[in-house]
């Protein structure tokens, strides 16, 4: 990697080795508020909305401190983050302004886009790899899959009718939370299905970019734990 690559991956964020048990704990929360939001809420038999929206802001507030970013952009995304929050919390007290939960899941989506960089940027920076670097890369993965879903649930409200099997304009946070890691993994069970060409385009880049994701990041990790143990080292 140039030096040039290495100062743009820098501005973004700095080694966490020296605050690995400060990044274990929070990529811990941070784990666990994606953990309920995937597989807890959708089985619990009341409105999701309330729960959801709260475990989105812990999502929010854990991501903040999930990589050492630096000063600038912590700067950036607590701007972003402080907005979320915002604008989640008006949400949770006016959940049937559509407009306004099409503006809440966007910001969620903007902020976990860079949140996901800043922490694939971490695993891809650490000289060792810790647990705080495969919680990391955990947690890129299922905040990739829960962006995505997002995205869809856009399209569903702006687009009625994209998904076949859903109510148009209707389909749940949990019901796209589904499909979207269905794509991502390429499972695919074919019970919803995209009817259009954006949501046909977007389920492809989601299946593709799954892939793509886990080659990279599993030979990352595979590169660096064999570099550090290998012998006489």
Do not use: W
Not at 82 to 97: G, K, Q, S
Not at 136 to 155: D, E, K, Q, R, W
Not at 162 to 167: H, Y
Not at 211 to 221: D, K, N, S, T, W
């Amino acid at each position: 990697m140039s030096n040039t690559s290495l100062i743009e991956l820098n501005s973004l964020i700095r080694s966490g080795v020296d605050r690995k048990k400060i990044l274990l704990r929070t990529n811990l929360i941070l784990f666990g508020a994606l953990f309920m939001i995937i597989f807890i809420v959708p089985v619990i038999p009341i409105k999701d909305h309330y729960l959801t929206t709260m475990l989105l802001s812990i999502v929010v507030a854990s991501g903040l401190f999930a990589a050492d970013f630096s000063r600038t952009a912590f700067r950036i995304l607590f701007t972003i983050g402080t907005m979320v929050i915002m604008v989640t919390l008006i949400n949770l007290f006016l959940p049937d302004l559509k407009y306004l939960n099409v503006i809440t899941f966007g910001l969620n989506t903007l902020f976990f886009i860079v949140v996901t960089i800043a922490l694939v940027a971490h695993v891809a920076m650490a000289r060792e790899v810790y647990g705080s670097t495969l919680l990391c890369a955990i947690n890129s993965y299922l905040l990739i899959g829960l962006t995505l879903s997002m995205l869809f649930l856009i399209i569903d409200i702006y687009f009625p009718g994209s998904f076949n099997q859903v109510k148009s304009g209707e389909g749940s946070f949990s019901t796209f939370v589904y499909y979207g890691f269905i794509t991502l993994t390429t499972l695919g069970y074919g019970d919803i299905t995209p009817d259009t060409s954006l949501a046909r385009s977007l389920s492809t880049f989601t299946a593709l970019f799954g892939q793509l994701y886990l080659v990279i990041i599993m030979a990352l990790i595979i590169g660096k734990y064999l570099i550090v143990n290998e012998p006489g080292k």
